[in-house]
């Protein structure tokens, strides 16, 4: 069995964390390694989520 195109190719990883709204706006991005980036991120998804949702 022949895999798909993107099965073959490297994948590069990234330690960056992307923050979208429901609009897929860029909210905010974050070290993924750093705990204070990712205490950031917690605080930021919880004050998105009482944002209403865009459709």
Known sequence: MA???FAKKDFVHSESL?????SLHLRGIYNGIRGNSIQKLIEDIALLKKEPLVK
């Not at 992307?18 to 429901?22: A, I």
Request: zero cysteines; a negative charge.
């Open 18 to 22: 992307y923050l979208l709204d429901s």
């Open 3 to 5: 895999l798909p195109f």
